[in-house]
């Protein structure tokens, strides 16, 4: 993230935490530099492992308080998807992602089109929309290139995540074909 954007993500953090009547400690703020200065959608955990290099007695418990925290605060994004462990997102504005259903690498997809979409009539379920995000799901670059010839071990797992990507998109679209 640009020096300045950061800078004034920084400075929303403090305000909302000053809104809250949060103090604005040092570990939140480590944290949340810490999430501005990656370039993908990392764990807890991962956020974790970094944190300990400047803050190391702070503890994991706290690093998963601290996220959400930020994520109450509305200054990151938590990305759920099913079968893997939760994301954090430093991006707040709409955008979409393309998720790997091998490596579980994800990729910030930004199209007007996606963000324009026609919301569905859910007002008989009692249900109300606040927000949307859409998330592909297939296999990203490197784990979709062809086998090398010999046949490594990453290259006979592509082959067969691809294989099982195949069938999973088989079975969606024969279900969304049955239904009325």
């Known amino acids: 993230m640009e020096p300045v954007a950061k800078s004034r993500r920084i400075e929303q953090f403090e305000q909302a935490c000053r809104t809250r009547g949060l103090p604005v400690t ?52 938590k990305i759920c998807h099913p079968g893997a462990a939760t994301r954090f997102d430093p991006k707040i504005r709409q955008h979409h992602h393309l998720i790997c259903m091998h490596c579980e690498k994800i990729l910030d997809i930004e199209d007007q089109r996606l ?50 990507a195949a069938r999973i998109s088989k079975r969606t679209n024969k279900k969304r074909r049955s239904k009325p």
């Open 115 to 164: 963000d324009n979409i026609t919301r569905p009539n859910v007002r008989g379920s009692g249900f109300t929309i606040h927000d949307y995000h859409i998330h592909f799901r297939g296999l990203c670059a490197d784990c979709a290139s062809p086998p090398r010839k010999g046949g490594d071990a990453a290259s006979v797992k592509a082959k067969q995540v691809r294989k099982k």
């Open 26 to 77: 040092t570990q939140r703020r480590t944290v949340l530099e810490m999430i501005l200065e990656r370039e993908d959608h990392p764990t807890a955990d991962q956020v974790y492992e970094q944190v300990r290099t400047r803050l190391p007695s702070l503890s994991r418990t706290s690093v998963y308080r601290i996220l959400d925290t930020l994520v109450r605060l509305g200054i990151i994004a």
